[in-house]
């Protein structure tokens, strides 16, 4: 299995599908780590993160079936068959902390312990749709070097987006998402904050991509 191509299947599985486990074994096998990563869970009632700091990703469970887990539920008390995946976040650079550390928001920025997602290109499946009056791609390849430009000139407009507003030194970074491609991309260094971030966006590195279900 190649952990990059397939990851937008994990979505919807259990911690311990078989999926999810032989990707992150996949990953751990490209990092100075274990085949059996451990992460740090960190549970609430309507969440539980498990963060994988070392491979740069961070996967969100929804409790599902009634289940809410009482906020810091350590792993073996947790009932892991009444949790599904539902948002992956991959990390390019080590300047966003944990979602939970926001308030399981997925903004904001300050310094994390995650390291940059270990495989790339990394490749990722988009359902057909026009794009300026053509076929956009089947797939694209992203990088470590990969720029809001190229995002836009794959995917067109976003469906929303927002951040750099305010002084660069206090505002958050850009993001974009695109939801009925149930994608959402992240941006980071200095052309990504500020009054002017949405005119030097073009040329701003994605700092965090999120996948999450697609909605119609």
């Not at 074994?25 to 274990?34: E, G, W």
């Not at 490749?123 to 836009?152: H, N, W």
């Amino acid at each position: 299995m190649q952990a990059a191509a397939n990851i937008r299947q994990l979505l919807g599985h259990p911690p311990s599908s078989q999926l999810i486990l032989q990707f992150l074994s996949s990953l751990s096998t490209t990092v100075s780590t274990s085949s059996s990563p451990t992460p740090e869970v960190k549970a609430y009632p309507d969440a539980v993160y498990f963060n994988f700091y070392a491979l740069g990703i961070s996967l969100l469970f929804l409790p599902v079936h009634g289940y809410k887990p009482r906020t810091g539920t350590p792993r073996a008390d947790l009932e892991e068959d009444h949790l599904v995946l539902d948002g992956i976040d991959i990390y390019n650079s080590p300047e966003r902390p944990p979602p939970e550390a926001e308030g399981k928001s997925a903004r904001g920025a300050a310094t994390s312990i995650y390291s940059a997602y270990p495989i790339f290109p990394m490749a990722l499946t988009l359902p057909p749709r026009t794009v300026d009056g053509k076929e956009r791609p089947s797939a694209i390849a992203i990088t470590q070097q990969t720029t809001g430009k190229e995002f836009l000139t794959w995917l067109g407009e976003p469906d929303r987006k927002g951040g750099g507003a305010g002084p660069s030194s206090g505002s958050i970074g850009i993001w974009i998402q695109y939801s009925k491609d149930g994608l959402m991309v992240e941006f980071g260094g200095d052309e990504s904050r500020g009054p002017q971030a949405w005119d030097r966006g073009k040329d701003a590195v994605w700092k965090v991509i999120s996948i999450i279900p697609p909605t119609e």
